[in-house]
């Protein structure tokens, strides 16, 4: 068994696509129209190959609520992996993107938390050699 997919919910694919490959460096993966949305997917250019993240449409009634739970309670959405959360955040900041958590040393990883601008928290996760 292994990951091949997960999601995080937009509001709009397009600036979310945006986000995640010009800000972030995601990949565009899949673009394929559904009706008014798409089957839209990045991929990590470290591991095209890899789990994809779809951009999903947040039309659905029970998201906003959830979404915005999470959010108040300052729980992330989905965590991204990187080598160096500190680079990460200073290259990011650069670029316009809120954190709500600077880099913070919780023993063995180094976390950080943002904004997606998409509705969601993103962690930014650099684990500590054992």
């Not at 990590?44 to 739970?69: C, I, N, Q």
Request: aromatic share 8%; glycine share 6%; proline share 8%.
């Amino acid at each position: 068994m292994r990951i091949n997919l997960t999601s995080v919910y937009v509001d709009d694919q397009r600036a979310a696509l945006a986000f995640y490959v010009d800000v972030l460096g995601f990949t565009k993966h899949r673009d394929v129209p559904i009706g008014e949305d798409s089957w839209l997917t990045v991929v990590s250019p470290e591991a095209p190959d890899g789990p994809e993240l779809l951009l999903e449409p947040s039309g659905h009634p029970a998201v906003k609520p959830y979404r915005d739970a999470l959010v108040e309670d300052g729980i992330p959405l989905a965590q991204f992996a990187v080598n160096d959360v500190e680079a990460e955040y200073e290259r990011l900041t650069g670029m316009g993107v809120e954190f709500t958590q600077p880099p913070t040393d919780i023993g063995v990883s180094v976390i950080a938390v943002f904004d997606d601008t998409c509705g969601n928290l993103i962690q930014l996760i650099a684990e500590k050699p054992a």
